[in-house]
């Protein structure tokens, strides 16, 4: 299963320092970006967070790659 990388708030007080983490799910606009749709993202089980606005490159190739994937399942 993959999983959308997000932002890290920014805490004052954190004492260790992470970038990113795992969200909730991916946004409507990788989505878009990645040619897949919210039907065909749900039928491959990727989880959808319509709150966020963001678009991260990384996310949107990970998308890519799992849709290459399921396209070549499916053409054998």
Same mark, same amino acid.
């Given at each position: 299963?993959?999983?959308?990388?997000? @932002?890290?708030?920014?805490?004052? #007080?954190?004492?260790?320092?992470?970038?990113?983490?795992?969200?909730?799910? #991916?946004?409507?606009?990788?989505?878009?970006?990645?040619?897949?749709?919210?039907? &065909?993202? @749900? @039928?491959?089980?990727?989880?959808?967070? =319509?709150?966020?606005?963001?678009?991260?490159?990384?996310?949107? &190739?990970?998308?890519?790659?799992?849709?290459? $994937?399921?396209?070549? =399942?499916?053409? $054998?």
């Amino acid at each position: 299963m993959v999983e959308p990388i997000v @932002k890290r708030p920014h805490y004052r #007080f954190e004492i260790r320092k992470k970038d990113t983490k795992v969200g909730k799910g #991916f946004s409507l606009k990788e989505l878009k970006e990645a040619g897949l749709s919210v039907h &065909e993202a @749900k @039928k491959l089980g990727v989880r959808i967070d =319509k709150r966020r606005k963001t678009s991260y490159p990384e996310n949107v &190739e990970a998308l890519k790659k799992l849709k290459e $994937q399921q396209e070549k =399942k499916q053409a $054998q």
